[in-house]
Nanobody, 114 residues
């Protein structure tokens, strides 16, 4: 059974950094991978994604501060978050896609205090 497991969230102060990981268990690759953020009462919004051949996009709010990447096996993805701001607070979810099949992780909470 395929699962995506996020880790690396936590409570930090503004200006600090965190590195989120998304680890795949089972037979699946993150050919497409994305990180989404959700806050209470809102829909999940795209933070960053990386396409099959490596094309990367970022939400305007995180450009220059966040970096998305994945390992060569495409079984672990990362989101390096620097200079964190209180508005970055939320639950971060990993989305992986392979051959039209999608899997979501259960999320990891990031809290940034001012």
């Amino acid at each position: 059974q395929v699962q995506l497991v996020e880790s690396g969230g936590g409570l930090v102060q503004a200006g600090e950094s965190l590195r989120l990981s998304c680890t795949v268990t089972g037979s699946f690759q993150l050919l497409y991978m994305a990180w989404y953020r959700q806050t209470p009462g809102t829909q999940r919004t795209l933070v960053a994604d990386i396409a099959t051949y490596g094309y990367i996009t970022y939400a305007d709010s995180v450009k220059g501060r966040f970096t998305i990447s994945r390992d060569s096996a495409k079984t672990t993805g990362y989101l390096e978050m620097n200079n964190l701001k209180p508005e970055d607070t939320g639950v971060y979810y990993c989305l992986g896609r392979q051959s039209g099949v999608e899997h979501w992780g259960k999320g990891t909470l990031v809290t940034v205090s001012s």
